[in-house]
């Protein structure tokens, strides 16, 4: 029994607030419903009354009781869940449940080590019944992993392939959240943790875990040191999110046909001047009373002036095997790009799964933002607030 076109799950956490906000005033609102579900029931009946006529339905259901797991997800043609750190909150339950009932689901886990494991133990389950398992639906990485295809699809044009594609952020100004804290401290701890031998950590394929077409000399992020690009006209430093996004966008590249193929992501040191003057011209928030929260604790994040202060944005430059064809696209976007950004972009990819779009493509797996929706997802973002929130444009073909 199909209730709700989506049911986001962990609705009552910092992101999940900012995702049921932007649900509520969606355009689109008489076309789809929707249901707020989490573990505690005063929360979501006071998330309820914040979201006034909107008044979702409310699902009460907890990742340590199983059978609750499976009845939310019985209710949702999408299932969209921001309750993170996915491997510390259980966050395999609503997966297999998705995998099993054939429903689709999307997160927002950097996690690799979660997103490997349900590829391992769900993929082929949800091949079978067709669910679009979508990890790293959000800032992380959406824009990396369809702008590399993006930038991909102006050489394919042409009739040529791509041997290499860099990135570099250059604008990431925000701030981040208890949740996120706590997934990048675990992403710090992990090698020391004892539970994945070094290899694993640092396999730069570990998402793509059958691919052919592996390169021998890549690395994690392929962005190791500081060096001046002068593609990009900038001077480019490893950035910590590349981590997750570049073995996102590697997964995209072994599922598509397109290894071998290098990626490398990097940022650029006047992204971190200009993210640091945001947060300097206004006191850290002290100047206009709504101080950053340095330590965020589960639930808190930047305040909403720096949500709507923020922005991003992340060029990238594909190259054919012979050098002699190039092409390069940049991805811009506006809000803090963690928060305002991707509840945005969260909600558009949950509406895409949930409003079944014919062009997109349609089998299922544990795929990722590009493998699942692919141009379908870009064209509905570039559509959102009348292309005002994000832009995909094409700079350059050589
Ligand atoms: N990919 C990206 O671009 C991106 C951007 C931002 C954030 N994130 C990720 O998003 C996730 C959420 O971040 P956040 O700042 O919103 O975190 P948060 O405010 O701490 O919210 C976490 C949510 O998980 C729920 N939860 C906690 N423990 C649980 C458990 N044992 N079982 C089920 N649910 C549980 C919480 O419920 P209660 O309210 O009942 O405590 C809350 O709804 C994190 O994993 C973060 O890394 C990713």
């Known amino acids: 029994?199909?209730?709700?076109?989506?049911?986001?799950?962990?609705?009552?956490?910092?992101?999940?607030?900012?995702?049921?906000?932007?649900?509520?005033?969606?355009?689109?609102?008489?076309?789809?419903?929707?249901?707020?579900?989490?573990?505690?029931?005063?929360?979501?009946?006071?998330?309820?009354?914040?979201?006034?006529?909107?008044?979702?339905?409310?699902?009460?259901?907890?990742?340590?009781?199983?059978?609750?797991?499976?009845?939310?997800?019985?209710?949702?043609?999408?299932?969209?869940?921001?309750?993170?750190?996915?491997?510390?909150?259980?966050?395999?339950?609503?997966?297999?449940?998705?995998?099993?009932?054939?429903?689709?689901?999307?997160?927002?886990?950097?996690?690799?080590?979660?997103?490997?494991?349900?590829?391992?133990?769900?993929?082929?389950?949800?091949?079978?019944?067709?669910?679009?398992?979508?990890?790293?639906?959000?800032?992380?990485?959406?824009p990396s992993d369809l702008g590399t295809q993006f930038v991909i699809e102006q050489l394919e044009r042409r009739g040529k392939r791509a041997a290499q594609v860099k990135a570099l952020f250059t604008d990431y100004a925000g701030s981040f959240s208890g949740g996120s804290k706590k997934t990048l401290e675990a992403l710090e701890q992990l090698p020391k943790s004892g539970k994945y031998d070094a290899a694993f950590c640092s396999d730069p394929y570990v998402l793509a875990p059958r691919a052919e077409g592996k390169l021998e000399h890549e690395t994690v992020t392929g962005w190791d040191r500081r060096r001046f690009d002068r593609d990009f006209r900038a001077l480019g430093v490893p950035f910590f999110m590349a981590p997750i996004n570049a073995r996102i966008v590697r997964r995209s590249l072994a599922l598509s046909g397109r290894l071998p193929c290098s990626y490398a992501e990097g940022t650029s040191v006047g992204a971190g001047l200009k993210a640091g003057w945001l947060w300097m011209s206004r006191g850290l928030g002290y100047f206009v009373g709504a101080p950053i929260p340095l330590s965020p604790k589960p639930g808190q994040g930047p305040p909403e002036w720096l949500r709507r202060a923020g922005k991003f944005r992340v060029a990238l430059k594909a190259t054919s095997a012979t050098v002699e064809h190039a092409a390069m696209v940049d991805v811009r976007g506006r809000g803090d790009p963690g928060y305002l950004a991707t509840s945005k972009i969260l909600g558009e990819v949950g509406l895409c799964l949930a409003l079944g779009h014919e062009e997109a493509p349609r089998s299922g797996g544990v795929l990722t933002p590009a493998l699942a929706l692919g141009s379908v997802l870009r064209e509905r973002l570039a559509a959102t607030e009348r292309g005002e929130f994000m832009q995909f444009r094409v700079l350059a073909e050589t």
């Open 1 to 142: 029994m199909t209730a709700h076109d989506i049911v986001l799950y962990g609705a009552t956490g910092f992101v999940g607030q900012l995702v049921a906000e932007y649900l509520a005033r969606h355009p689109e609102g008489s076309r789809f419903s929707w249901a707020i579900a989490g573990r505690n029931p005063d929360k979501l009946n006071a998330l309820r009354t914040s979201l006034a006529d909107a008044a979702p339905e409310m699902i009460v259901a907890d990742t340590s009781d199983r059978p609750s797991i499976d009845a939310m997800v019985s209710k949702a043609r999408v299932v969209v869940t921001t309750a993170g750190p996915y491997a510390e909150y259980g966050g395999d339950a609503v997966v297999e449940a998705c995998a099993k009932q054939g429903r689709h689901y999307a997160d927002l886990s950097g996690e690799y080590w979660f997103q490997r494991a349900m590829i391992d133990q769900f993929h082929e389950e949800a091949q079978r019944t067709g669910a679009k398992i979508v990890h790293a639906a959000g800032i992380d990485s959406v």
